[in-house]
């Protein structure tokens, strides 16, 4: 399953809201995952299931979207939110991520 | 706390094999799912394979009939088995902890290169 993210870089403020999409080659709802990755970073769950909020992730993040075009968007930007963002698609193997959304500050 | 530390990681030649390690402390390895995934330099994210608590193994494309996955529960750690290397396979290698990736190790740098 081919999982085509876009766009591939996002310039934005603080405070901003901004929504990364990604596009699976199949219908793979709910089956669906959200990483943010800062620099040398291991990556770090933020959704499942394409609207489950993680422990701990802050209630800025928030996943939507139906079938094969699935949503991440985060409210009220911080400063701590400019990393990359991945989707990952957990409805069959292989495994696919997305290609990735490096989220830079304007 | 979970804590999930790779190992094995180096600087290694075309064709040769390595063997990682992911040792688990605070999570228990023969009833969650662990995976591997890998990134190369500057890159995206690549799943490379994937352990069932119930013993199942599913491999990436690029890696399958290379690559071996396995666990010791005695010692709560999982292992990549790693043979005909490519200079392709050059990346940060990660283990990851449940399903999707709830827990990941810090990486450990695999280069393959003459």
């Known amino acids: 399953i081919q999982m085509t993210q876009s766009p591939s870089t996002l310039s934005a403020s603080v405070g901003d809201t901004v929504t990364i999409t990604c596009r699976a080659s199949?219908?793979?709802?709910?089956?669906l995952a959200w990483y943010q990755q800062r620099p040398g970073k291991a990556p770090k769950l933020l959704i499942s299931?394409?609207?489950i909020l993680e422990s701990g992730v802050p209630s800025r993040f928030s996943g939507g979207g139906s079938g094969p075009e699935l949503t991440l968007t985060i409210s009220s930007l911080q400063p701590d939110d400019f990393a990359t963002y991945y989707c990952?698609?957990?409805?069959?193997?292989?495994?696919?991520f997305g290609q990735g959304t490096r989220l830079e500050s304007k | 706390e979970v804590q999930l530390v790779e190992t094995g990681g180096g600087l290694i030649q075309p064709g040769e094999s390595l063997r990682l390690s992911c040792a688990a402390s605070g999570f228990d390895v023969s009833t969650n799912y662990v995976s591997w995934v890998r990134q190369a330099p500057g890159k995206g994210l690549e799943w490379v394979s994937v352990l069932y608590s119930s013993g199942p193994t599913y491999y990436g494309d690029a890696v399958r009939g290379r690559y071996t996955i396995s666990r010791d529960n005695s010692k709560n750690t999982v292992y990549l088995q790693m043979t005909g290397l490519r200079v392709e396979d050059t990346a940060v290698y990660y283990c990851a902890g449940k399903w999707p990736f709830e827990y990941w190790g810090q990486g450990t740098l695999v280069t393959v290169s003459s």
């Open positions: 990952q698609q957990y409805y069959a193997f292989p495994i696919t």
């Open positions: 199949q219908s793979i709802s709910p089956w």
């Open positions: 299931k394409a609207s």
